[in-house]
């Protein structure tokens, strides 16, 4: 095992002066007991621990640590991880060269342990004027399967998943917004593990496999994201699922208001999808056991705590982009879920302010251009092609989100009003000729523009958010 370390150690010699880093690494293994071994593109400290006895630690243990110098190795990084708690492993990710590749991943024993990590080490200054950043990491378990047959039922998609893929756990199917009997032509498949998932994404290439007669839309599930316990212990705010379109928010004050008179404070209704929010915490918890599984005018509904959004993370639309089920009032538009496939919240883009609102276009547009030079080649492109990160405009991904789901383009419809000092403010009706329905016959924000783009732009993101 020393020979192992000796070796492992020696891996970034060509960029420090080799010995005084070889000396430092295997002072930092002696002193700690840790083991480590070098092995594709990456090096190991732990995993486990010295002493070390049972399963690795869950999911959720795991951070990750970005913008690292790239002279900078485990002698300097562990002692600073090693604040927050235990580290079970550390991989630093190594180039060729020796050099890290300025990112690692740091596995603490517990969840505390790697929510301290990132509360006292995100944007720590581990050199003058070197800042890191650390987040959560998850392995991702889950895909995404678009263009399913809407006709098919969970367990028929179920068992067509674990024929065609190995170590299949579960699968997530949400009913149609208009018709319950049908599904929204995708479903999330739950793996057994990261690389399960990464093999049965590999083996159902769209256009070259097909389920009942289809072609299917594979890609990765954005992982929903972690809200640490601490912000969630004060959430009183329950997210419900799966309402019929015709289901008011006065029903379903009074359906949650039946267990306790009066514990409801407000309801907020967005399509087939409802918040309610509570006086108090407790009620929200006992609601909750309560009504999870309960039937509103003939839906069986889904009940859990709204997961609090960063109000600074506005634009969480990908292409097949679910928000993440939390409440509309912690998100940064006007008011992981529903109407969207594929995501729990991914941001395209750093959100910028367009009339008071956040809308998704980059901060700096001159980083998003490149000088042309002559010789280049031209390929013709459809902009249907390209995917959601390519789009800075609300608008534009709208478009395009209508047109990955077979539907008709969005009819915007423009109405003014003039202001008491006389200006002339514009709003966007945004009609989705496919979903019309009689309860929701068009979508337009609850705020006013005073430029024709600035309204559209509006308009878009209001209606993206409640698809």
């Not at 004027?129 to 039922?153: H, Q, Y």
């Not at 789901?405 to 109405?415: Q, R």
């Not at 403010?425 to 309860?439: A, Q, T």
């Amino acid at each position: 095992m020393h020979e192992e370390n000796k070796a492992a150690a020696n891996g970034c010699d060509k960029i420090r002066s080799g010995p005084r880093n070889e000396v430092a690494l295997l002072a930092l293994l002696e002193k700690t007991g840790y083991s480590m071994v070098q092995e594709n593109g990456q090096r190991k400290f732990g995993g486990p621990p010295p002493g070390w006895d049972g399963p690795p630690p869950p999911r959720g243990c795991e951070v990750f640590v970005g913008k690292i110098p790239r002279d900078m190795y485990e002698d300097e990084l562990v002692p600073v991880f090693k604040r927050a708690g235990k580290i079970y492993e550390f991989r630093l990710m190594m180039e060729f060269s020796g050099e890290n590749r300025g990112y690692a991943f740091v596995m603490y024993t517990t969840k505390e342990e790697a929510q301290l990590a990132i509360k006292i080490l995100n944007n720590y200054e581990i050199r003058p004027g070197k800042f890191i950043g650390v987040c959560v990491s998850l392995d991702n378990c889950r895909l995404f399967i678009g263009a399913i047959p809407k006709e098919k039922k969970k367990e028929e998609i179920l068992n067509e998943m674990k024929k065609v893929t190995e170590g299949v756990v579960d699968v997530i199917v949400y009913p149609n917004a208009t018709d319950k009997t049908k599904n929204r032509g995708f479903a999330f498949v739950e793996y057994e593990s990261h690389r399960a998932a990464a093999m049965a994404r590999r083996r159902l290439i769209p256009g070259t496999f097909q389920l009942w007669g289809h072609a299917i839309q594979v890609d990765w599930a954005d992982p929903e994201k972690e809200v640490d316990e601490e912000t969630m212990q004060k959430v009183k705010v329950l997210y419900v699922r799966n309402l019929m379109i015709s289901t008011t928010e006065d029903t379903i004050k009074a359906e949650f208001n039946k267990f306790k008179p009066g514990v409801v404070e407000r309801v907020k209704k967005l399509r087939d999808y409802a918040f309610v929010h509570f006086f108090h915490r407790e009620d929200a918890i006992a609601a909750m056991s309560v009504m999870n599984g309960k039937c509103i005018d003939g839906a069986s509904i889904e009940v859990t705590l709204a997961k609090p959004v960063n109000r600074e993370s506005t634009w969480k639309q990908h292409f097949n982009g679910q928000i993440s089920p939390g409440s509309e009032s912690l998100l940064g538009f006007p008011s992981k879920e529903d109407g969207h496939p594929k995501s729990l919240g991914k941001p395209v883009s750093l959100p910028v302010r367009l009339n008071g609102q956040h809308s998704p276009g980059p901060p700096e547009v001159e980083r998003c251009t490149y000088s042309f030079f002559p010789g280049i080649k031209l390929t013709p492109i459809s902009m249907y092609s390209l995917k959601s990160s390519h789009f800075s405009s609300a608008a534009m991904y709208l478009d395009y989100f209508c047109n990955k789901n077979n539907w008709a383009p969005p009819e915007y419809y423009l109405h003014s009003t003039t202001c008491q000092d006389g200006r002339i403010l514009l709003v966007y009706k945004v009609l989705i000729p496919n979903i019309s329905d009689g309860s929701q016959s068009y979508f337009m924000p609850d705020k006013l523009s005073t430029t024709v783009e600035g309204a559209k732009e509006l308009a878009a993101q209001f209606t993206l958010l409640r698809l």
